[in-house]
């Protein structure tokens, strides 16, 4: 009976007490047991007690461990894991946490780490050096790898150049599926991973792609140019990643070749770094609708953070201003009439709401591609008709319930008329502004918000106090 | 000199006319002629130049025409088409237009598109039948394809199983690679792409797998065995597809297996999937944080939209009038001092803001699982030293504008102090509401919205007209 009474299980004996603490609980959060034990090991120096902790971790759980460590503790982690440290994990933290981690480095360490990575990696961890540093970093590298590297660094910011991978494998169309497979398990040398191979001609020009699984299920002695798609998937390298993005979500791809304006093959983009990409943008619209800059990350510090979120705040202000100069020019209603005061921050308030529901839907349509000319006149007939039906509804609603509230039918009928209004200038403005600032190459994620909200206040202010003070003869 | 003088470009003769219409514009956006061309074409019933029209077209693109075409010449360009139509397109429609587009067509119509396709996208079409005619379809299928897709059906929605592909290729260990190979070159019905190969023991349980690059890479003698990775990535049939999603964004996989509870392999999963997972989450998360539900798509009616919309619009007016009531309380100090009324919804509109910016920024962190229990304190400290810093800036501003409006240093004092409190509150709101929903299984995103902004409008009322009704001896 004893060994099904007993339900603690026993330790394992084999394995150290650490390996008990798992990185992660079952929600997939990181462990603050396992932080607390990795923090302690930093401080003491232990290498051997961290390296045991960290033994085979991947190179994002690293990433995350690196963002959850005090910042000063971050270096010494690196420091403390020497050569064991993947580079890797670098990439897999917020810019800024990288950025930080970098300045403390010393460029002979990042050079040697950086040697080790693919290309596209190698470019993501350069690009936070500032230029001096990289030219040093750059220095210490093989020739090779530094002018493929430079090449990539030469692209613009965010575009498909700088987030390639410049290791790829290209063959002329007359080798034979045989000799292909030959080369591939004859060379030592190539990339960590690919899922096409691509065919050039001797200047480098692109001319087509192979599939791995097509390769695979062809004969030895095939040629290439035969089961070669001669209109491979590809994007010129000064495309923008967001563009590079869409082709790969629309066409479901996995690896795209990057051209040059020649045509002329110099990389290959993997899905892994699109899925990076579309999080970004994701996350990036996320936090421009909430009036935050797109780059905020957890790991900023109080006075960045006050000072980033300062601006949408002022632009908040000043049509907060706008709409209480509105107030004020119904100032002698207000004095006669006190209600008008208690409700108006309802009317306000509906048709703030209702806008931002109209926006959001525009502006996350807008950034799929959802919405566009084609039928931008159907959703906007759509919005209003949606505007003015909710508007009845809670003209009906309101209206009841102030009627009720201050014992007067006329202030409902008068709150009721208001919101009809407000909730159909919510939905005109929440999609013409959008549209409007999208059409003037002004992304409407970032400004959207504080023109829709003024436009619903000042609407909301004017109407309800407009309309009280024709009626009542204010 | 007239060939330098004449810049249009000469037609090719021996193109037809229709080649030169583009369906998309340099913007990526859907071109307005084409799509009048084929409502045009779908009008007059002309198969041939409908045919003509979509020459070529990826699914994705045909989705895209079905979703701008007019609800009623959707079913009927899939008639047109006939056997020549992709039923993969439908997976690229929103819901609702699947629905009502398959509503019209023919159960028998159905049957045979669905035949042709993928496991994964033929779950899809299914899952978006009614029970009765799902399983009038189900029935006109093979036996072989019946039980494979019914299986994929019979996992909860959303699960990993209903997104895997059931065609894919699993060897036993002791093959060798030139068997491996042999067999794929052999065999006739392989899965359309694939990136491994599995490796499962005779009950079917996984063993390992094999990307098709080390596979290349390997010498016809080596046995799978040698080279197999015997830990590969592999998801739970029953596991939510954001969880799958998630698994594949941390370790940029391209492929998972799919095993039931026993371990067995079911299917495997493909990163195209993925992406489509990753946005439709991303597209719920910021429809959600504006008060939409996740599911509103572009193609809702307008009752569909306004009755989807009432909810959150509601709630916001029961927190209204909350507000309101605060104000009410207040309703003499008014009186006595209008100018109170008309600065009121200044304080109430920063600190929703304010709020807002906060929310965003937990809710998003949330999701990323970037918040949690290990640094909830850290990030919870640093927004309300971010609330209190931008308080105390916006006091001064806010202060100084409303002194000199109303010639009265007072009133700036009061609707400072008063602000203050409103950006401290809204921090603190911003950051614990999110985490408490959380906490109680609540998903942040869809209510933390109307909790926020009614605690921001209830502090700031009150602050405002409380200290000013002491202050000013009201």
């Not at 020497?82 to 580079?87: K, L, Y």
């Not at 080369?183 to 990339?191: G, K, Q, S, V």
């Not at 000319?373 to 003015?388: K, M, Q, S, Y």
């Not at 059409?439 to 309309?467: K, Q």
Request: a negative charge.
């Amino acid at each position: 009976m004893l060994e099904v009474e007993d339900k603690t299980p026993l330790p394992k004996s084999d394995e150290p007490a650490t390996e008990a603490l798992a990185f992660r609980d079952e929600e997939g959060e990181l462990n603050p047991e396992f932080l607390a034990a990795a923090a302690d090991a930093i401080e003491a120096s232990e290498a051997d007690r961290l390296q045991q902790l960290v033994e085979g971790f991947h190179e994002s759980e690293l990433g995350d461990l690196l963002e959850a460590l005090e910042p000063d503790q971050r270096p010494r982690l690196i420091e403390l894991l020497g050569r064991s440290f993947d580079f890797a994990a670098l990439t897999e933290v917020d810019e800024a946490v990288r950025e930080e981690i970098l300045e403390e480095l010393e460029t002979s360490t990042v050079a040697e780490g950086v040697r080790d990575l693919d290309s596209d990696d190698a470019v993501t961890i350069l690009e936070s050096l500032p230029e001096e540093e990289k030219a040093e970093v750059l220095e210490q590298l093989p020739a090779i790898e530094r002018v493929a590297l430079q090449r990539s660094l030469d692209y613009p910011e965010d575009s498909a150049g700088r987030r390639m991978q410049t290791e790829f494998i290209a063959v002329p169309p007359f080798w034979t599926v045989g000799q292909t497979i030959d080369f591939m398990r004859e060379t030592a040398d190539l990339p960590e991973t690919f899922y096409e191979i691509f065919v050039i001609d001797p200047a480098g020009h692109l001319l087509g792609a192979v599939a791995l699984d097509r390769l695979l299920r062809s004969k030895r002695p095939v040629t290439i140019q035969e089961i070669m798609d001669d209109e491979p998937d590809r994007v010129k390298a000064t495309e923008h990643q967001e563009e590079v993005a869409r082709l790969f979500e629309r066409y479901n791809l996995v690896s795209a070749a990057v051209v040059d304006e020649a045509g002329r093959l110099v990389g290959a983009i993997l899905v892994d770094d699109i899925v990076d990409v579309l999080e970004e943008e994701a996350d990036a619209d996320i936090k421009q609708l909430g009036g935050v800059k797109s780059d905020e990350e957890l790991s900023d510090t109080v006075l960045y953070t006050q000072r980033s979120r300062f601006p949408w705040l002022f632009a908040n202000m000043c049509t907060a201003f706008l709409a209480a100069g509105v107030i004020r020019v119904f100032e002698e209603s207000l004095e006669r009439m006190v209600a008008l005061a208690i409700l108006m921050p309802i009317v306000a308030s509906m048709g703030g709401n209702a806008g931002t529901q109209t926006m959001t839907v525009a502006v996350r349509a807008l950034a799929t591609r959802e919405l566009g000319r084609a039928n931008a006149w159907r959703i906007i007939r759509r919005e209003a008709a949606v505007g003015i039906l909710n508007g009845l509804v809670f003209a009906v609603i309101l209206g009841t319930v102030a009627s009720v509230w201050f014992q007067s039918p006329q202030i409902g009928l008068v709150i009721g008329l208001a919101l009809i209004s407000v909730l159909l200038f919510a939905a005109l403005g929440g999609i013409f502004v959008p549209l409007t600032l999208n059409r003037f190459g002004v992304d409407p994620a970032v400004s959207s918000g504080p023109f829709v909200t003024s436009i619903t206040d000042i609407v909301g202010f004017f109407s309800f106090l407009g309309i009280a003070t024709v009626w009542f003869r204010l």
